[in-house]
């Protein structure tokens, strides 16, 4: 059998001291407790892959103890030792996450087949996660992440344009990855072995952008000491990537506009004009053909970029996404500050779905890279994340009574646990009503895989 990294936790010397000694036997690693707040405690400071908790303790009961190390260790088998014989305390157990129960007074052969059957069953999760790993990678492009709908119809689009040569306009609220669907893009194109350049046109004055763009000769204006080639140039053969495309000058559209016609360039203070290829990917969060019909924008530059389009979709829009993120953003965090965290709890969950995301992708980034460096225990909890400031409430004047009830519905659901028929009776309805109104809006519990 394979080893394992087991905690006894029983209030009774005699219990942990038995077990101890048949696990150590056995050769696994063994600690104990002798109530469940020292489990907990031990719990912060390693990870343990079973823990045999007694039922009847003082303070924290047995079902307490699981309840908690099931929500803060969701990786952790717990077995719960009970010497009453109850079928329903067992029972209970078991709807709570128990792996599995043991009847006092046991003998070493029951233990053992207990202890094989929790570590069959983890070798089975652990092979699901990997096959759902595997999966999971098929549905990535470099380092975007995700496999909601929106996100399975980006990747679509990725394909089917990687390998044409039109120019991309992507579109998307900032810190959506726009950048990064620019580099998958190339990445799957003919033109991958030559360069990627990004600029964020945003960032640049006009005249430094020009500069930047088209390069320029010795002497061409104040500073310009040496010749410098332009990035339309340096790209040659590859993609160029211009960020907030929707920020440039009617000049500089103009101007790229006959780039994008002519494939030919002119560098600042020379007259010979200069032959370039490169495909061109632009990004904006701004609604341009908002600003084509203000005025602000010219039609004729924004038809030329805009042949293909893909729209990312912002994080509120794909909250099934955020555990695969958080999940992702962890395992680099860890490594990187060399911390040892390595789970989130389902409460922490929770509350970052509840959270809006202004700043999307990149500010969920942000707030997993700060709740790594200050964790104090092995998985991340809703604590972790309470510097997340809530969002502002949403005026009832803007909202319809169907829109209220549904959304109150399904708050005390979550604060439930998803349990109906404690729900029902904090909304005082009977269960049948409550099923009802949650078809009826459309309600559904969070996946927990």
Same mark, same amino acid.
């Given at each position: 059998?394979?080893?394992?990294?087991?905690?006894?936790?029983?209030?009774?010397?005699?219990?942990?001291?038995?077990? +101890?000694h048949?696990?150590?036997?056995?050769?696994?690693?063994?600690e104990?407790?002798a109530?469940g707040?020292?489990?907990?405690?031990?719990?912060?400071?390693?990870?343990?892959?079973?823990?045999? &908790?007694?039922?009847?303790?003082?303070?924290?009961?047995?079902?307490?103890?699981?309840?908690?190390?099931?929500?803060?260790?969701?990786?952790?088998?717990?077995?719960?030792?009970?010497?009453?014989?109850?079928?329903?305390?067992a029972?209970?157990?078991?709807?709570?996450?128990?792996?599995?129960y043991?009847?006092?007074?046991?003998k070493?052969?029951? !233990?053992?087949?207990?202890?094989?059957? !929790?570590?069959?069953?983890?070798?089975? /999760?652990?092979?699901?996660?990997y096959?759902?790993?595997?999966?999971?990678?098929?549905?990535?492009?470099?380092?975007?992440?995700?496999?909601?709908?929106?996100?399975?119809?980006?990747?679509r689009?990725?394909?089917? &344009?990687?390998?044409?040569?039109?120019?991309?306009?992507? *579109?998307?609220?900032?810190?959506? $990855?726009?950048?990064?669907?620019?580099?998958?893009?190339?990445?799957?194109?003919p033109?991958?072995?030559?360069?990627?350049?990004?600029?964020?046109?945003?960032a640049?004055?006009?005249?430094?952008? @020009?500069?930047? *763009?088209?390069? +320029?000769?010795?002497?061409?204006?104040?500073?310009? !000491?040496?010749?410098?080639?332009? +990035?339309?140039?340096v790209?040659?053969?590859?993609?160029?990537?211009?960020?907030?495309?929707? @920020?440039?000058?009617?000049?500089?559209q103009?101007?790229? #506009?006959?780039?994008?016609?002519?494939?030919?360039?002119?560098?600042? $203070?020379?007259?010979?004009?200069?032959?370039?290829?490169?495909?061109?990917?632009?990004?904006?969060?701004?609604? #341009?053909?908002?600003?084509?019909?203000?005025?602000?924008?010219?039609e004729?530059?924004?038809?030329?970029i805009?042949?293909?389009?893909?729209?990312?979709? %912002?994080?509120?829009?794909?909250?099934?996404?955020?555990? *695969?993120? /958080?999940?992702?953003?962890?395992?680099?965090?860890?490594?990187?500050?060399?911390?040892?965290?390595?789970? /989130?709890?389902?409460?922490?969950?929770?509350?970052?779905?509840?959270?809006?995301?202004?700043?999307?992708?990149?500010?969920?980034?942000?707030?997993?890279?700060?709740? &790594?460096?200050?964790?104090?225990?092995?998985? *991340?909890?809703?604590?972790?994340?309470?510097?997340?400031? %809530?969002?502002?409430?949403?005026?009832?004047?803007?909202?319809?009574?169907?829109?209220? @009830?549904?959304? +109150?519905?399904?708050?005390?659901?979550?604060?439930?646990?998803?349990? &109906?028929?404690?729900?029902?009776?904090?909304?005082?309805?009977?269960? /049948?009503?409550?099923h009802?109104?949650?078809?009826?809006?459309?309600?559904?519990? %969070?996946?927990?895989?």
């Amino acid at each position: 059998m394979e080893k394992a990294d087991v905690m006894i936790v029983d209030d009774e010397m005699i219990v942990r001291e038995s077990l +101890y000694h048949w696990f150590k036997k056995a050769g696994h690693y063994v600690e104990t407790a002798a109530s469940g707040v020292e489990a907990l405690e031990k719990l912060d400071a390693r990870s343990f892959d079973i823990l045999f &908790v007694d039922m009847k303790m003082p303070g924290m009961d047995g079902i307490e103890a699981l309840k908690r190390i099931r929500e803060t260790y969701p990786d952790t088998a717990v077995v719960i030792i009970t010497a009453y014989g109850s079928i329903d305390s067992a029972v209970e157990a078991m709807k709570c996450g128990a792996s599995d129960y043991l009847m006092k007074p046991f003998k070493p052969e029951q !233990v053992s087949i207990v202890m094989e059957k !929790v570590m069959y069953q983890k070798q089975l /999760v652990c092979e699901c996660s990997y096959l759902k790993g595997r999966i999971e990678k098929t549905t990535r492009f470099d380092n975007i992440i995700g496999e909601s709908a929106p996100m399975l119809e980006v990747y679509r689009m990725i394909a089917d &344009v990687a390998e044409s040569g039109a120019s991309v306009l992507i *579109l998307g609220e900032t810190g959506t $990855g726009k950048e990064l669907v620019a580099k998958a893009i190339h990445a799957k194109s003919p033109r991958n072995r030559l360069p990627f350049i990004a600029i964020n046109c945003g960032a640049l004055p006009d005249a430094l952008l @020009e500069s930047e *763009l088209f390069g +320029y000769r010795k002497g061409a204006f104040t500073g310009a !000491v040496h010749p410098q080639k332009g +990035y339309l140039e340096v790209v040659s053969g590859g993609t160029l990537f211009l960020d907030e495309i929707g @920020e440039i000058s009617s000049k500089m559209q103009v101007d790229l #506009l006959r780039v994008l016609e002519d494939k030919k360039i002119t560098p600042l $203070g020379d007259r010979r004009p200069v032959d370039v290829d490169f495909r061109l990917i632009a990004a904006t969060r701004r609604d #341009l053909g908002a600003a084509v019909k203000d005025g602000r924008f010219r039609e004729d530059f924004y038809y030329r970029i805009n042949v293909i389009t893909i729209l990312i979709p %912002p994080l509120r829009k794909r909250k099934e996404d955020i555990e *695969l993120l /958080v999940r992702h953003f962890i395992e680099k965090y860890s490594h990187e500050t060399n911390k040892k965290v390595n789970g /989130v709890s389902r409460s922490a969950l929770k509350h970052l779905e509840s959270h809006n995301w202004p700043g999307n992708v990149r500010e969920l980034e942000n707030a997993v890279e700060r709740a &790594v460096v200050l964790a104090r225990s092995l998985t *991340l909890t809703a604590d972790d994340f309470a510097f997340l400031v %809530p969002n502002p409430a949403v005026s009832p004047k803007t909202r319809s009574l169907k829109e209220m @009830e549904s959304d +109150y519905i399904e708050q005390i659901l979550i604060e439930c646990d998803w349990n &109906v028929t404690k729900a029902a009776e904090i909304l005082n309805i009977n269960r /049948v009503t409550l099923h009802r109104m949650i078809n009826r809006y459309n309600l559904r519990q %969070p996946s927990r895989s």
